[in-house]
């Protein structure tokens, strides 16, 4: 089972970027699905996380009102929209998925999950 993440980058602070993860491995909107990221030298940590439904969502309180979760059922693919970055924002963004209608912020929640995208936030 894959998921594969896109649209990391390097941005200026002030930019936005939309990561995306995309699977045709199963059935998507089955799925709960989050964004989780590491930056260097610290642990991984949930940024942000969406029902099967897509009709809950949640985020970390470090990116409430910039990052927007969402899915797209028709072309399996989850996004983060990911606006007014920081410098703290830097790191490596993983997606994830767990065979559940919902699941939070906690690593062991998810089953399955993507290689990474590196997002750099750097004048």
């Known amino acids: 089972l894959q998921l594969v993440e896109s649209g990391g980058g390097l941005v200026q602070p002030g930019g936005s970027l939309r990561l995306s993860c995309t699977t045709s491995?199963?059935?998507?909107?089955?799925?709960?699905w989050a964004w989780f990221r590491q930056a260097p030298g610290k642990g991984r940590e949930g940024v942000s996380w969406?029902?099967?439904?897509?009709?809950?969502?949640d985020y970390a309180d470090s990116v409430k009102g910039r990052f927007t979760i969402s899915k797209d059922d028709a072309e399996n693919t989850v996004y983060l929209q990911m606006n007014n970055l920081t410098p703290e924002d830097t790191a490596v963004y993983y997606c994830?998925?767990?065979?559940?209608?919902?699941?939070?912020?906690?690593?062991?929640?998810?089953?399955?999950w993507g290689q990474g995208t590196q997002v750099t936030v750097s004048p």
């Open positions: 994830a998925a767990a065979y559940s209608d919902s699941a939070g912020g906690r690593l062991d929640e998810y089953e399955y």
């Open positions: 491995d199963f059935p998507f909107n089955y799925y709960a």
């Open positions: 969406i029902t099967s439904t897509g009709e809950g969502a």
